[in-house]
């Protein structure tokens, strides 16, 4: 079971959800790992795990 969208209410997909605001929701994780695919050839983009992102 993945937390993150428990815990971040849909947060973890949020490029996404504005790039492609009607996909539904199980299709969003697959379509998370396409556009890390193509960002990383033309687009400079960082993901930062959940834990980290909350450091003080």
């Given amino acids: 079971m993945r937390t993150a969208p428990a815990t971040t209410g ?8 504005h790039l492609f605001p009607s996909m539904v929701c199980p299709s969003l994780r697959k379509m998370q790992k396409m556009l890390a695919k193509h960002c990383a050839v033309s687009v400079p983009c960082s993901q930062t795990p959940l834990i980290e992102a909350h450091r003080v």
Avoid: C, K, N
């Fill in 10 to 17: 849909g947060l973890d997909h949020q490029v996404e959800l």
